[in-house]
């Protein structure tokens, strides 16, 4: 097991890829924080971790909040006796053109996938430095944040800030041996998706169902990603596998994104 004795947090655990990923983390020894603002699906993934005989918390958080951002940390460390890894991966989207994207569009996207990610990982950073062990942060970037979408702009520019600030933030705790690096995955068969898509048909007179049948069928590798496919490289990023390497977004996407 790459995680055995280890204590990992991951935001908006309780659906899609948070949630494959704290399965994944469990199965591999790491003992989770389920975080997310839903707290009855926190709870049902703890549950299933649990079940599976593994240990678990649910916490429910609202990233966009400082004080709410640090429950994670106090709930690893009274549950768990510390905190190795943090996994930011809450996050939320919504397809706008550049002509119609508001003040609150952007605010919401932003304060979620940005802000949120940044407080929760001042949160996770002080503890593991106060710790002096090391430790790993990953966050959930997207293909988004690789280009530019006329339907997305403010989407793609929170996914990209997302990219940016990974590079900061490895670059900023490299000296406490806290890797940081990212995950940017393609077109995901989640709950985000299913909304996705039902903005992109109206946006575009298609029926529901057909901007995702389009876009996947242009996927080298020929079909949607599933939650679970994040979860190789999530496991790589949280291991001592991947010591020797920071600031670095992998594109787990199919082959969707050449760069
Ligand atoms: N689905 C995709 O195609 C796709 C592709 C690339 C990147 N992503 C990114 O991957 C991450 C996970 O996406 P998913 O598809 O699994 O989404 P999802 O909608 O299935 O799950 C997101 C979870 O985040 C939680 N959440 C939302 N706002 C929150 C908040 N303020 N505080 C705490 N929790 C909150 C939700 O309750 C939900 O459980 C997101 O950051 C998303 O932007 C998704």
């Not at 510390?82 to 939320?92: F, K, S, Y």
């Not at 997305?152 to 890797?179: D, G, R």
Request: a negative charge; glycine letters at 10%; hydrophobic letters at 45%.
């Amino acid at each position: 097991m790459k995680l055995e004795g280890k204590a990992a947090a991951i935001t908006g655990a309780g659906s899609g890829m948070g949630k494959a990923i704290a399965l994944a983390y469990a199965r591999e020894g790491a003992k989770v924080v389920v975080a997310d603002i839903n707290l009855d699906a926190a709870q049902a993934v703890a549950a299933e971790i649990g079940a599976g005989g593994r240990e678990a918390a649910a916490v429910q958080i609202d990233v966009r909040d400082q004080a709410q951002a640090q429950a994670i940390v106090d709930a690893a460390v009274q549950s768990f006796g510390g905190l190795d890894i943090l996994v930011n991966n809450a996050g939320v989207g919504r397809i706008i053109p550049f002509l119609e994207t508001t003040n609150e569009d952007w605010d919401f996207m932003f304060d979620v996938n940005c802000k949120g990610l940044l407080w929760c990982s001042q949160a996770a950073a002080r503890q593991m430095i106060a710790q002096g062990r090391g430790g790993k942060i990953i966050n959930l970037a997207s293909q988004a944040g690789r280009r530019g979408e006329a339907l997305v702009l403010a989407y793609c520019a929170s996914k990209a800030c997302v990219i940016s600030m990974t590079q900061s933030m490895a670059l900023a705790l490299a000296e406490h041996k806290i890797n940081v690096n990212g995950i940017a995955p393609g077109i995901v068969d989640t709950p985000f998706w299913v909304e996705v898509d039902k903005q992109f048909a109206r946006l575009l007179g298609w029926e529901v169902g057909e901007p995702k049948r389009r876009f996947v069928a242009s996927i080298p590798l020929g079909r949607i990603e599933q939650p679970e496919d994040v979860t190789g490289a999530a496991i790589f990023l949280a291991s001592s596998d991947s010591d020797y390497m920071t600031q670095q977004t992998l594109n787990v996407d199919g082959g969707n994104w050449p760069g």
